[in-house]
């Protein structure tokens, strides 16, 4: 049963750069699809992006500009990067699988990482 | 983008009694290649991430109990709860998967 988890800083300074990993645990990342997705405080949910595992990505057209998905099969991870982060960017970070390799709904999910945007 | 709406913000249910969650999408999320709907429903507790009830539209995830049910097509969609147990209680999102960029609506929350 695959298994996803998230790693990286909890605070990261206004204008900065966000990073974080999912690391993949009992199963291979050379297929799906991999997205990013986050949640605000007490808000909803929003899609980042996917990569996938041919290394093909498609971004939210509201992050485009700041974000970078990538993939690293050999450490069978991958990572967000977004750039010049406000305050607006706190949230916890989620990443997850398509549950068919076909793309479509989400499944499964890491546990979520909360990232603080303040300096 | 496909924008989705979903209504009641948050409900208030009896236990055993039935509980009922919309969500409509802008546009239709139903492919005339498979005649299929992409929409899922979501359950989230607090602390957790969202855990799959309900993929095209209508069918019931793998060990969710059949109280849960998932109807409609096109843009408007439903989630029933048909019996409301305690550990019910949550907030639940709809999702379409039918076109980048993936989009929720914005949360019901489910309270006894």
């Known amino acids: 049963q695959v298994q996803l988890q998230e790693s990286g800083p909890g605070l990261v300074k206004p204008s900065e750069t966000l990073s974080l990993t999912c690391t993949v645990a009992g199963g291979s990342i050379s297929s799906h699809y991999w997205s990013w997705i986050r949640q605000p405080p007490g808000k909803g949910l929003e899609w980042i992006g996917y990569?996938?595992?041919?290394?093909?990505?498609n971004y939210n057209p509201s992050l485009k500009s700041r974000v970078a998905i990538s993939l690293d099969t050999s450490k069978v991870q991958f990572s967000l990067k977004l750039s010049s982060v406000t305050a607006a960017d706190t949230a916890v970070y989620y990443c997850?699988?398509?549950?068919?390799?076909?793309?479509?709904?989400?499944?499964?999910w890491g546990q979520g990482t909360l990232v603080t945007v303040s300096s | 983008d496909i924008a989705m709406t979903q209504s009641p913000d948050s409900l208030t249910v009896s236990l055993g009694e039935r509980a009922t969650i919309n969500c409509k999408s802008s546009?239709?999320?139903?492919?005339?290649?498979?005649?299929?709907?992409?929409l899922t429903w979501y359950q989230q507790k607090p602390g957790q991430p969202p855990k799959v009830l309900i993929y095209?539209?209508?069918t019931r995830e793998s060990g969710v109990p059949d109280r849960f049910s998932g109807s409609g097509s096109g843009t408007d969609f439903t989630l029933a709860i048909s019996s409301l147990q305690a550990e019910d209680v949550a907030v639940y999102y709809c999702?379409?998967?039918?076109?980048?960029?993936?989009?929720f609506g914005q949360g019901t929350k489910l309270e006894i």
């Open positions: 546009r239709s999320v139903l492919s005339s290649s498979n005649n299929k709907n992409y």
């Open positions: 990569i996938y595992h041919n290394g093909r990505t």
């Open positions: 997850a699988r398509d549950a068919t390799g076909l793309g479509g709904w989400f499944d499964p």
């Open positions: 999702q379409q998967y039918y076109d980048p960029p993936y989009t």
């Open positions: 095209w539209a209508s």
